[in-house]
């Protein structure tokens, strides 16, 4: 039996495919994996993650053997040989009861401890955060820093930080798959979610996801996580503080300059950075030259831009409806992590946000352009050069 071609056959392939699943995954390194934590709460969830796995691989392997041992051995050998029929153990009975309560208690006990841990108030010299979601992107605040962002957070390594979150709309859930575990932003509600970054994890940038679906762009939900020194953030919380560093008559900030405060955009790893293809149909002539000055005065223009954005210290640039755009020219990506943070997509995002991202509540700008909310064409709307002067503008706010 054992020494059947086809059963050789089938183990040799049994064999060869655990072999490729287990070096496939060491091929590379998984950017939204939680098997590597950064964090003491991520460690919590691993430790328990693991000891279950443990546990269900040794209670599987015995039950599996136990059951191949009974099926052969007491199988019926031939057709006029009734094998021996037995009904009742309570030798038996008795172990296969305490055996899994001994096994539940090394499993309950861990995990209430980590509900509590994972419950817990967060220290007082936590860095506070406040989250807010939206159809569909993330709100950050600093309170006590007065600095508001969107999509992006800077986070220092080694100390504790508090996430206050609620929600604007609809359910929505946070989750840095490497960093942390993730909870539910609910109507009504205020959740909080805390960890305590490793000291030593390096300066990087980190994905961000909503995990409740939560409509038509759940899927562009993201957001991303700078893990910093706390002197890097110290710095970039000076910075965040300050208007955006954009003066039409003094050169805008260096790349080295702007080292000094935002995460450089050459170290971004490449899985920050989002690859989504512009959708079919949607064009703009990239040679266009947009003029930062006309851009200002087309972004703050009556009904343009400012009516839902807000540039700090551009009075007439208040709006809250949409993210505060003091200094998103610094930021990785734009539409929520849907697209890089560049002018060839930046113009195409105001060209037409609504076929970039579906159930986009920013309105379609472009002039002619088909809105797929309203089914109809803009009227009026900005021509090519107009949207080159704003992304000018945009760009500049570093
Ligand atoms: Cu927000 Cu899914």
Request: charged share 15%.
């Amino acid at each position: 039996m054992i020494g059947s071609p086809r059963l050789r056959r089938l183990a040799t392939f049994g064999v060869a495919a655990t072999l490729a699943l287990v070096l496939g995954a060491c091929a590379r390194e998984y950017p939204n994996s939680t098997f590597t934590p950064h964090s003491d709460y991520g460690r919590a969830i691993d430790f328990l993650w693991n000891r279950l796995l443990f546990l269900g691989t040794m209670v599987f392997i015995f039950v599996e053997a136990v059951l191949l041992f009974v099926v052969f051995k007491y199988r019926r050998r031939s057709d006029d040989i009734v094998p021996p029929q037995t009904h009742g153990n309570t030798t038996l009975e008795i172990a296969w009861t305490l055996i899994p309560a001994a096994i539940l208690v090394f499993i309950a006990v861990p995990t209430v401890r980590t509900i509590f841990q994972t419950q817990a108030k967060a220290p007082a010299n936590a860095v506070q955060i406040e989250v807010y979601g939206h159809q569909w992107w993330w709100e950050f605040r600093y309170p006590e820093y007065n600095v508001v962002t969107a999509n992006e957070i800077y986070i220092p390594t080694g100390r504790a930080v508090n996430f206050t979150l609620r929600t604007k709309d609809v359910l929505h859930s946070f989750w840095m798959p490497e960093l942390s575990g993730k909870r539910d932003l609910i109507s009504n509600h205020t959740n909080y979610i805390w960890f305590t970054t490793d000291s030593t994890t390096k300066t990087t940038v980190w994905n961000g996801f909503c995990t409740e679906y939560c409509g038509a762009s759940h899927a562009n939900m993201r957001f991303r996580v700078v893990t910093v020194k706390p002197d890097q953030f110290a710095s970039w919380i000076q910075h965040q503080q300050a208007p955006a560093a954009f003066n039409t008559s003094a050169p805008a900030a260096t790349p080295a300059q702007l080292a000094n405060y935002v995460y450089p955009r050459a170290d971004v790893p490449a899985y920050a950075v989002p690859q989504t293809p512009i959708p079919n149909g949607l064009t703009f002539d990239d040679r266009l030259q947009g003029d930062v000055g006309r851009g200002e005065k087309l972004f703050v223009g009556a009904g343009t831009c400012n009516g839902c954005h807000t540039v700090n210290g551009v009075a007439l640039a208040a709006g809250i409806i949409g993210p505060n755009l003091t200094h998103v020219g610094s930021r990785i990506a734009i539409g929520a992590g849907l697209y890089a943070n560049d002018s060839h997509h930046l113009a195409r995002w105001i060209k037409n946000a609504r076929v970039m991202k579906p159930g986009s509540l920013m309105s379609t700008l472009g002039k002619g352009q088909f809105d797929p909310q309203t089914g109809a064409k803009v009227p009026g709307g900005l021509d090519d050069q107009q949207i080159a002067d704003i992304v000018a503008y945009l760009q500049a706010l570093k």
